[in-house]
């Protein structure tokens, strides 16, 4: 059994194997990022195959053969046939999504206690992206005015109200919108080299924040975050790890008292290096639990207060804000905000960590047990 792969679109080598669009999906209108069909073994269309989002189906792996299948022995046989397939139920379709403009960002920001200027500059890039967006939201009988993310595919979504306060009824901030355990912003990595991986929304929306606070360049970085995820069964899905192969991946791991977000973190960073990704971790300074306490402490209140002008008619000269404890004076100076050695710190190359064996076989044994 064989693939003719001149059916096949958006042919490609990634990561060593040979990968395109899945004309099983494409005939529904999906996989339009063209990468859920690998060959493992060969790059001419021989020997096994498999559509990374439907794993282990073998009606799906029949309607792939009967598209684009060939004979790879003997003489030519005919082509076969190709019957109409029933359409799948649709998925529940997400809200009307409105673009976020400037005041919403700045109503977050304040929800958050994040600096407003700060803020709205680093959250504009999500934007742009597509990954954050305004919708109301229906929970019960009413509708609140929500900020939502999720990326092009639709494949992931989660939504928090603009106020920050809980919704009705189902007695939590957050609202997850879709399932499948999926994450928003892997389709928006392509060629960037770096990729800052996150837990929850409000990491991300804190991700492009820190990384312009430290004066890295967002076009090299793509920032992801984990929604939704089983505390049992946190993998991640390999439709969204082919993303990552021979990608620099910074995991900003949740400091959880009962050590559910390390352990996740953990697990990841197993599946992310076996996926062929570079992992490193966010290094936080003692009393911060995720990248969105992170920013709070370094640009929170107390930094806008600082920056508002008095107005006194003859005000003070204004002293420098003193470096909080933990972080580089030196880069604090530069207006760059970093842990002392952390990786935004520009006074001197970090070391990071490195696994041992032994670390990285409890991982892998967690992941194998988790399945």
Not at 65 to 91: D, E, F, N, Q
Not at 310 to 335: D, L, Y
């Amino acid at each position: 059994m064989a693939i003719d792969l001149t059916k096949l679109e958006r042919l490609r080598m990634v990561g060593g194997k040979l990968q395109a669009r899945c004309p099983a999906c494409a005939e529904l209108g999906r996989d339009t990022d063209g990468d859920n069909l690998v060959f493992l073994n060969s790059t001419d269309g021989t020997g096994p195959f498999a559509c990374s989002a439907y794993q282990g189906d073998a009606e799906h792996r029949r309607r792939i053969y009967a598209l684009a299948g060939t004979r790879s022995k003997g003489p030519p046989g005919p082509a076969p046939a190709i019957h109409p397939r029933p359409v799948c139920k649709p998925a529940q379709p997400l809200p009307s999504l409105r673009r976020m403009g400037r005041d919403g960002l700045c109503q977050i920001a304040r929800s958050r206690r994040w600096h407003e200027t700060s803020a709205v500059i680093g959250m504009e890039i999500l934007v742009e992206r597509g990954q954050l967006h305004r919708a109301d939201i229906a929970v019960g009988r009413d509708a609140y005015d929500s900020w939502v993310i999720t990326d092009h595919s639709r494949l992931a979504a989660q939504a928090r109200r603009m106020n920050g306060a809980h919704y009705p009824w189902i007695d939590s901030k957050s609202k997850t919108l879709t399932q499948g355990g999926r994450m928003v912003g892997a389709t928006c990595i392509g060629d960037r080299p770096e990729v800052w991986l996150t837990e929850g929304a409000p990491d991300l929306l804190a991700a492009p924040i820190v990384a312009r606070l430290a004066g890295l360049d967002f076009e090299r970085i793509a920032f992801c975050a984990v929604i939704g995820a089983n505390p049992h069964h946190p993998q991640l899905r390999s439709a969204d790890l082919a993303h990552f192969t021979d990608k620099r991946v910074i995991v900003a791991v949740h400091q959880d008292e009962n050590r559910v977000g390390q352990d996740a973190a953990r697990l990841w960073t197993a599946q992310l290096r076996e996926a062929g990704a570079e992992v490193q971790w966010f290094q936080f300074p003692d009393g911060c639990n995720d990248l969105a306490d992170y920013l709070e402490r370094i640009i929170g209140p107390q930094v806008a207060e600082a920056e508002t002008p008095s107005p006194a008619p003859s005000p003070a000269p204004k002293t420098p804000t003193p470096c909080p404890e933990g972080f580089c004076p030196a880069c604090w100076n530069r207006k760059i905000v970093a842990v002392i050695g952390g990786p935004t710190c520009a006074c001197k190359p970090y070391v990071w960590p490195k696994w041992t064996p032994a670390q990285i076989a409890a991982a892998t044994s967690l992941a194998d047990n988790d399945e």
